[in-house]
Nanobody, 121 residues
Framework: QVQVVQSGGGLVQAGGSLKLSCAAP????????LGWFRQAPGKEREFVAA????????YYADSVKGRFTISRGNAKNTMYLQMNSLKPEDTGVYYC??????????????WGQGTQVTVSS
């Protein structure tokens, strides 16, 4: 496991935008796949989006396709989630996760501290 640091989030009105950032600075060598998960009150943590180590492959939950964009940063093992057209149902704690490999498979083995995203109607 490695340290995962995330930032961003906050309160926004429906239809607004937010951007989340994530970094796994302790990872050396090749870039590793990174992903976002979220957990709403009373619900289980669910997958949101993920990107491969090369940035060539991206994956999205059906609920966010066309609204969220995941991308790799220029620095090694950094990643962003641009969230547009936010809906109240996007509200929750968002967690960045680092996968053990360069491809997206299973669930991450290292997690960030979580950041609150609240979308008001």
């Amino acid at each position: 496991q490695v340290q995962v640091v995330q930032s961003g989030g906050g309160l926004v009105q429906a239809g607004g935008s937010l951007k989340l950032s994530c970094a796994a600075p302790g990872r050396t060598g090749n870039n590793y796949a990174l992903g976002w998960f979220r957990q709403a009150p009373g619900k289980e943590r669910e997958f949101v989006a993920a990107v491969s180590g090369s940035g060539g492959s991206t994956y999205y939950a059906d609920s966010v396709k066309g609204r969220f964009t995941i991308s790799r940063g220029n620095a090694k093992n950094t990643m962003y989630l641009q969230m547009n057209s936010l809906k109240p149902e996007d509200t929750g704690v968002y967690y960045c996760g680092a996968y053990p490999y360069g491809f997206v498979s299973g669930i991450p083995n290292s997690w960030g501290q979580g950041t609150q995203v609240t979308v008001s109607s």
